[in-house]
């Protein structure tokens, strides 16, 4: 049913249908209003019958989801940013021990400096935990990809990230076309887990595992992120099918039949590119665009397919491997292993900076010149970098880096934490 509604909103009342037995909440911005939402449901009797488990941290979340996870319940929780980091160590032992938990990311910048703006820096920290992350283009696609992630999730019993922008996707109000609850159910059969904890058969699950049988523990992780890749697109078209509209998948392009130039990028800005690559196309610019669905496991062969006829591809992601470049583009790199294109890296919209359709289209004219740098971050201040390296060099105690550039630009405080 179309409604107008917040992405939060969508979200929840979606992860409703899907009928979780329990879920572990604790609030962080800009995942809360999803949490929220969903403790009204149960408390209005909307969704029952449910255990909702408030928590004393992000920490706990994953521990108590961990725990229901393994008694056989279908579980659920949120988090971004600092929370994700908080309870990575539960976060890998919900991965190695094979529970189909699924998880929303808000999308969220991690600091220090503290930021609670947009960036992909959580999940991106996170791309080897063992978790299959799945990233939204839309609300609408945030809403149909939990339903995709419980059925994946329990397929494979392996947790399931849906990462979605926070603020931009989360805060948005948009028309959302919110799956009926007979719908759901079709499509998602009745949780049947393939490990439970079971009294009248006592196990013990994550016991110490020695080098004798360690490789061979994580490469049947592995080997399941790789059923995956087939898993993901099945159940793609299962739900096109199902509900009437395409949704999730490994990969999804954009006007690429003929590019010579491509541009890769995962989440919501997606939208801005093609509404460039749309402009551009009126001025005869063969380009287009590639959106990644499935982050991990890594779609290596449907990239390489989809991009493999161009002349360059431009990585557009927002997260910074320090150090290196960027994460996706590392991934990017692998798949096109071999083949005569060109790969660029463009650092964008780190801790929520806008990325525009004119700084794209600049990029896009310096890519299709081929005179784009290998790294590029789109539309850094120069000027205040500049000046802080030559205070550092300076003075030894130069002082703490973030607040000398909020005073080089005049600002105090950049808002509410």
């Known amino acids: 049913m179309f409604r107008q509604v917040e992405g939060s909103r ?7 249908a899907c009928r979780p037995d ?4 604790y609030p962080i911005s800009p995942q809360t209003h999803i949490v929220e939402a969903l403790s009204q ?3 209005a009797g909307r969704l029952s019958p449910c255990e909702y488990v408030n928590v004393e941290s992000e920490f706990a979340a994953m521990s108590v989801a961990i725990g229901a996870s393994a008694a056989g319940a279908r579980t659920y929780t949120a988090t971004a940013s600092q929370g994700l980091l908080f309870m990575v160590e539960a976060v890998y032992n919900a991965s190695g021990l094979g529970l189909p938990i699924v998880m929303t990311v808000a999308n969220r910048a991690i600091g220090a400096p503290i930021n609670i703006w947009n960036d992909h820096s959580d999940s991106m920290s996170q791309r080897d935990s063992g978790w299959i992350q799945l990233y939204a283009r839309t609300n609408q696609e945030a809403a149909d990809l939990h339903v995709q992630a419980f059925r994946l999730a329990e397929e494979l019993s392996l947790p399931v990230m849906v990462c979605m922008d926070g603020f931009i996707l989360t805060h948005a109000v948009e028309r959302v076309d919110i799956p009926e609850q007979a719908d759901v159910d079709a499509f998602l059969p009745p949780f049947e887990p393939r490990q439970v ?4 058969e006592p196990v013990s699950i994550g016991a ?5 049988a360690f490789t061979e523990v994580r490469y049947l992780a592995h080997a399941k992120q790789m059923q995956a890749l087939e898993l993901i697109p099945q159940i793609a078209d299962e739900f096109r099918d199902q509900f009437g509209r395409d949704s999730g998948g490994l990969v999804s392009s ?3 039949e003929d ?12 939208g801005t590119i093609q509404d460039v690559i749309d402009a551009r196309r009126d001025m005869r610019r063969k380009i287009g665009a590639v959106g990644i669905g499935s982050f991990r496991p890594f779609p290596l062969e449907a990239l390489r397919e989809a991009v493999g006829h161009a002349k360059r591809v431009v990585v557009l992601e927002k997260s910074l491997s320090v150090g290196i470049g960027g994460p996706v583009s590392a991934n990017v790199r692998t798949a096109l292993a071999g083949l005569d294109i060109t790969t660029y890296t463009v650092i964008a919209g780190l801790g929520g900076r806008p990325i525009t359709q004119a700084s794209l289209h600049e990029v896009c004219e310096l890519a299709r010149d081929d005179e784009l740098e290998p790294l590029t971050f789109l539309d850094i201040n120069w000027d205040v970098v500049n000046r802080e390296l030559g205070r550092r060099q300076a003075r030894r105690r130069s002082g703490p880096e973030a ?3 909020l005073r080089d630009i005049g600002t105090v405080a950049s808002g509410p934490v």
């Open 10 to 16: 969508a979200v929840a009342e979606t992860v409703a």
């Open 22 to 25: 329990v879920i572990c909440a």
């Open 41 to 43: 449901l149960v408390k």
């Open 197 to 200: 904890l079971d009294p009248a």
């Open 208 to 212: 110490m595992v020695g080098p004798e």
């Open 254 to 256: 954009y006007r690429t």
């Open 259 to 270: 590019a010579r130039t491509i541009i890769i990028a995962l989440g919501s800005v997606l």
């Open 403 to 405: 607040e000398n550039i």
